[in-house]
C-alpha cells in the first residue's frame, strides 16, 4: 500500500537522525537551554529577521495551539477561528478544555477574513447583553488551511490591520508552513509573517523532523513568563536538545524549504494528472494537499493500490478525496499513481 493520507506517515529527514546518532552520548542540560536550542533559535531569528522575537520549542501542533491560546486569553474571551480551523475539528475539544471556546466563522476556503474579525468584533462589543456572551480574545488562522488553501501577503495585511484596530492577537499555525511558503503562488516570507502576526509556530512534525513545533512570539507583552505555561500544558521536553537538535538541522543550508518544495512539486504533479481527466476539485492548493472530487467506483479502485482520506461525500455517487505529499514522498510512488489515474 502507498500511502497519501496524511505528511506525518514517515520519520524523520536522514540528516536529523545521524545527527541525533552522532550527539546521543553528549550530555547537555534539559529542558530546552542546550546550546543546540540556543543556535536553532538564532537561525530562526535571522530567517525572520528579527532578533527580538522569542523562540520556544513544543513537542506538538495541538500543544502549541492550546498553550499559546491559553496563555493569552482572559477566563471570559474565546479565539476566532474558520470553521474549519484545526483547533475547532481536530483538536478533541483541546481548547474547550483549557476553558475557552471556539469563536467559530463561516469559510468556504478555510480562510478569516479582515471583514469578519470586525463584524464579529463589533457585533459583540456593540450588543447591550455583551458580559453574557464570551468576548472575542484573538484571532487564530492557519498557513496553509486545513484545506490547503493560503493566504496572500495583501490578505494576511489586511487582516493584520483589522485585528490591530479591534486589540485582537492574531496567532498563526503553522503546521505546514513550509508548504505554504513553498507554494507556487506563495508571495509571503517568514520575515512577513513575523511583522504581521504576534505569534506564529514553523513546524516540524510534518515537515522533515521526529516531532516539534517552533513558538515565534512576535508580541512583546506575550513573551513574560512564557515557559511557565508550555510546562504547565505538558508541553515541555525534558530532553530539549532533541528538538534543538533537529530545528538546527532543518535550517541549516535551506533543508527546511528544499523538503517542503520537493512536497510541493509531488502534490502539482497529481494535480495535474486528475486535472488532465478533467476531475474537479473540492478546493483549490497550491499546497501539498490535493482534493480531488472522483465517482466513488474511480476512488474504490485507487484505494486497492493507496491510503488516501475521504474528505467529503459530495452527492450519491461522487466524494472528495484528500491526496497529501510529505517531504520524503517518493516520486517513483507518485509516477505510479499517475498512471493509475490515467487509467481511470
Given at each position: 500500500?502507498?500511502?497519501?493520507?496524511?505528511?506525518?506517515?514517515?520519520?524523520?529527514?536522514?540528516?536529523?537522525?545521524?545527527?541525533?546518532?552522532?550527539?546521543?552520548?553528549?550530555?547537555?542540560?534539559?529542558?530546552?537551554?542546550?546550546?543546540?536550542?540556543?543556535?536553532?533559535?538564532?537561525?530562526?531569528?535571522?530567517?525572520?529577521?528579527?532578533?527580538?522575537?522569542?523562540?520556544?520549542?513544543?513537542?506538538?501542533?495541538?500543544?502549541?495551539?492550546?498553550?499559546?491560546?491559553?496563555?493569552?486569553?482572559?477566563?471570559?474571551?474565546?479565539?476566532?477561528?474558520a470553521e474549519t480551523g484545526h483547533i475547532n475539528v481536530h483538536e478533541t475539544g483541546a481548547i474547550e478544555q483549557t476553558g475557552h471556546?471556539?469563536?467559530?466563522?463561516?469559510?468556504?476556503?478555510?480562510?478569516?477574513?479582515?471583514?469578519?474579525?470586525?463584524?464579529?468584533y463589533n457585533s459583540h462589543f456593540e450588543d447591550s447583553l455583551r458580559e453574557?456572551?464570551?468576548?472575542?480574545?484573538?484571532?487564530?488562522?492557519?498557513?496553509?488551511?486545513?484545506?490547503?488553501?493560503?493566504?496572500?501577503?495583501?490578505?494576511?495585511?489586511?487582516?493584520?490591520?483589522?485585528?490591530?484596530?479591534?486589540?485582537?492577537?492574531?496567532?498563526?499555525?503553522?503546521?505546514?508552513?513550509?508548504?505554504?511558503?513553498?507554494?507556487?503562488?506563495?508571495?509571503?516570507?517568514l520575515e512577513d509573517i513575523t511583522n504581521l502576526c504576534d505569534i506564529f509556530y514553523i513546524g516540524g512534525t510534518k515537515i522533515g523532523a521526529l516531532f516539534g513545533e517552533a513558538v515565534v512570539i512576535c508580541n512583546e507583552k506575550f513573551k513574560k513568563d512564557f515557559r511557565y505555561n508550555i510546562k504547565q500544558r505538558g508541553a515541555m521536553l525534558a530532553k530539549g536538545r532533541i528538538l534543538g537538535i533537529q530545528f538546527d538541522v532543518l535550517f541549516e543550508n535551506d533543508l527546511y524549504f528544499e523538503i517542503s518544495k520537493h512536497a510541493v512539486d509531488m502534490a502539482m504533479l497529481i494535480k495535474n494528472a486528475f486535472s488532465q481527466k478533467g476531475f474537479k476539485f473540492l478546493y483549490e492548493s497550491s499546497t501539498n494537499q490535493q482534493f480531488p472530487i472522483l465517482p466513488n467506483d474511480k476512488l474504490e479502485k485507487l484505494s486497492e493500490k493507496y491510503s488516501f482520506c475521504c474528505w467529503n461525500k459530495i452527492d450519491e455517487n461522487h466524494s472528495a478525496a484528500r491526496f497529501c505529499t510529505s517531504w520524503a514522498t517518493k516520486k517513483e510512488d507518485v509516477l505510479n499513481l499517475i498512471e493509475d489515474i490515467k487509467k481511470l
Open positions: 500500500m502507498i500511502r497519501f493520507e496524511c505528511d506525518y506517515a514517515e520519520g524523520a529527514h536522514p540528516k536529523i537522525l545521524k545527527k541525533l546518532f552522532d550527539t546521543n552520548f553528549e550530555q547537555t542540560p534539559g529542558y530546552g537551554v542546550d546550546e543546540y536550542c540556543e543556535r536553532a533559535k538564532n537561525k530562526i531569528k535571522k530567517l525572520c529577521g528579527n532578533e527580538n522575537i522569542d523562540v520556544h520549542f513544543l513537542v506538538g501542533g495541538t500543544q502549541a495551539n492550546l498553550t499559546v491560546i491559553s496563555s493569552i486569553l482572559k477566563p471570559y474571551q474565546g479565539v476566532v477561528s471556546k471556539v469563536i467559530t466563522l463561516p469559510s468556504g476556503d478555510g480562510k478569516v477574513t479582515a471583514e469578519q474579525v470586525l463584524d464579529i453574557h456572551t464570551v468576548q472575542p480574545g484573538m484571532v487564530y488562522i492557519s498557513h496553509p488551511t486545513e484545506n490547503g488553501t493560503t493566504y496572500t501577503k495583501s490578505e494576511l495585511k489586511n487582516l493584520s490591520k483589522a485585528c490591530k484596530k479591534c486589540n485582537l492577537p492574531l496567532f498563526l499555525d503553522g503546521a505546514r508552513l513550509g508548504y505554504g511558503l513553498m507554494a507556487e503562488n506563495n508571495d509571503l516570507s
